[in-house]
Structure formats: C-alpha cells, structure tokens
C-alpha cells in the first residue's frame, strides 16, 4: 500500500519516527503493530481505506527503523512515544484516537487506553499476557520458560532474544502457521509488505525488538479494569498462537471489553478480515459470535498449539505472528 508521507517527530535527544496511509483528510486511527515489525506493516487496502474514510498511522517503536534506540525504555514511555506521534502528526486537538492493536502490539494499546487518549480501542488477535497467573496456568511448564526468565534474569532472556533476525523470523512465522494463515502471509502483497517491516523490527541488530519482548513478556500490571474506552477483542477460532483460551481470560480482565470470535480465521485476521476490522472503528460493526467480558470459558490448548508472543515450543523462541 501507498504511503502518503513519512514522519520524524524529536522526543528530547531521541526521534520517533512513522507513516501514514489513506486519505489526509481521513479521521485519524493509530495502528500499533506486532512484534518485530516497523511502521511499514499495515493493514487493508488503499480503496478500503478511501471507503471507511481512515487514516492510519503507524509508528517505528524506539530501536526499529528510523526511531532512535531508547535502552532505558519501558511500557510507559513507549505509550508516551505514541501519544507524542500522533498529535505531531495530526495535532492534539485530534486526540482522544481510535486505536487498531495487532499481537504483541496489544499491550501497548491497553497502555494507550489507559492513557486516556483512545477513543476506542480494537484488538486483533491479541498476544495474551503470559505472567498472569490464570494464563501461565493453562500451559505447559515449557511455555512459559522464557516468560519466567524475562523476570528473573532479563540479560539471559535478551541474549536468547538476540539470536533472532528478519529472516529467522519470516520462517518461524511461515513455518508455525497452520494452511490457512500460511496462505495469507505467503501472498505476494504480504511478503513484500512483511519483509520490509522486519528489516525496521530488527534495526540497530533488534534493540527495538529485544526491548519490546522483554516488555511483553514480563508482568504488565496495568489496572485493566480502569480502561474507560470501549474495547473490542477480534479473534479468530482458529487462532491457536496468540491465546490459550482465545482472548476469554483477557477480555474478562478489561473493563466493559467485548469479544468476537470469528469462526473462519486464524492468526492471520487483522488481513483475512481487513473490513470486519476497519467496521468495529464505526458506530456500527457486523453481528458475529459476541461475547462481553463477563462470559466464555477458558480453553486449555494442547502442546501443537501455545500462547504467544512467544513460539513457546521451547524457551529460545521469540514471537511467532506477526
């Protein structure tokens, strides 16, 4: 997809820097990609875009891309990088913003929301928050290895996190995707797309990435049950990577959240099903499976099938989607 323009916003001795797409004039939604991915990595097309008249900001966290390493970074600053960003870009005058959250970028929107400058926040297929108790219960000991690691000795799990590269990435994903999501991440559009925001993901040798990880990975204590903006959790039940139970302990923790799972997808959602997501940005979104925070129950996966943000395969994996 066409890029309208690239953007470089200074944080103090620090640069954060993005992209947008679709029309200029377009009300303004901040999409916070996955793991390893720079701001290249979007979502739906340039016409859908032009239709649901949005235009979508993305932003190269610090240590990928054009944006400067942050060493001391953390979930807060990260939040403050993106408020920073999107009233650079659109003024904040524009702000509270919808949010679109992919994966291991999850984390970040509920941040956001928490903020107090989202509008409304939508989360695909999010990257569930494997140090909470009642998720870390629902998997194997070996799942949860390189989480538990990120708490006791961050050095040691970023040494394992350093091994990682663009191109090891682009196979684990390829590799541990089921047919449906290999499909889609192995169309040509996708893979063009894919690869250039791994080569952000991994600038300045996966400091951005490293960092994000580690991030993701250790306890969030965010009070999710203060966020006041709506929030709709997208999953696809065929999605066996991002969540134990598909988003349901998740959901239940977020103040009002709402899910909807979506019977013919799988990881790969967020572009599967471009327009149901950019629908869920309007006052009106489709009727499909919904559930409120309140309801599903919790699913254990068997060992073909573990919660991310990490391939938990073994402890030396790193985010498995993008």
């Known amino acids: 997809m066409r890029e309208n323009a690239r953007h470089t916003v200074p944080v103090g001795d620090r640069r954060v820097a993005g992209r947008d797409y679709g029309p200029r004039d377009g009300r303004p939604v901040l999409f916070i990609a996955g793991a390893a991915s720079g701001s290249s990595m979007s979502f739906a097309t340039e016409h859908m875009l032009h239709d649901a008249g949005i235009r979508l900001l993305t932003m190269d966290r610090p240590g990928m891309g054009d944006s400067t390493t942050d060493p001391t970074r953390t979930l807060a600053s990260?939040?403050?990088?993106?408020?920073?960003?999107?009233?650079?870009?659109?003024?904040?005058?524009?702000?509270p913003v919808p949010v679109v959250a992919n994966s291991q970028g999850s984390v970040f929107g509920l941040a956001a929301a928490l903020g107090g400058w989202v509008s409304r926040l939508v989360l695909v297929s999010p990257a569930d928050e494997v140090a909470f108790p009642a998720i870390r219960a629902l998997l194997p000991s070996e799942a949860v290895q390189l989480s538990e690691l990120a708490s006791s000795d961050p050095r040691a799990?970023?040494?394992i996190l350093a091994g990682f590269d663009a191109d090891k990435m682009e196979r684990l994903v390829l590799d541990g995707s089921g047919p449906q999501d290999r499909t889609a991440y192995s169309s040509p559009a996708f893979l063009v797309m894919y690869r250039r925001a791994l080569r952000e993901g991994f600038a300045d040798a996966g400091a951005g990435y490293v960092r994000d990880t580690l991030l993701a990975m250790q306890p969030w204590d965010l009070p999710l049950d203060d966020v006041r903006c709506r929030v709709d959790v997208l999953f696809g039940a065929q999605d066996t990577g991002h969540s134990p139970d598909q988003a349901a302990t998740l959901t239940r923790r977020i103040a009002g959240a709402r899910r909807e799972l979506f019977p013919d997808a799988g990881g790969a959602l967020l572009w599967t099903h471009a327009p149901d997501v950019l629908a869920h940005l309007s006052r009106r979104a489709p009727r499909r499976r919904r559930e409120s925070g309140v309801q599903g129950a919790a699913r254990t996966l068997g060992?073909?099938?573990?919660?991310?943000p990490a391939d938990f395969r073994s402890a030396s994996t790193a985010e498995g989607e993008p």
């Open 78 to 95: 990260t939040v403050r990088d993106y408020r920073r960003y999107v009233e650079h870009v659109v003024g904040a005058a524009r702000l």
């Open 157 to 159: 799990a970023e040494r």
């Open 303 to 308: 060992s073909g099938g573990l919660s991310r």
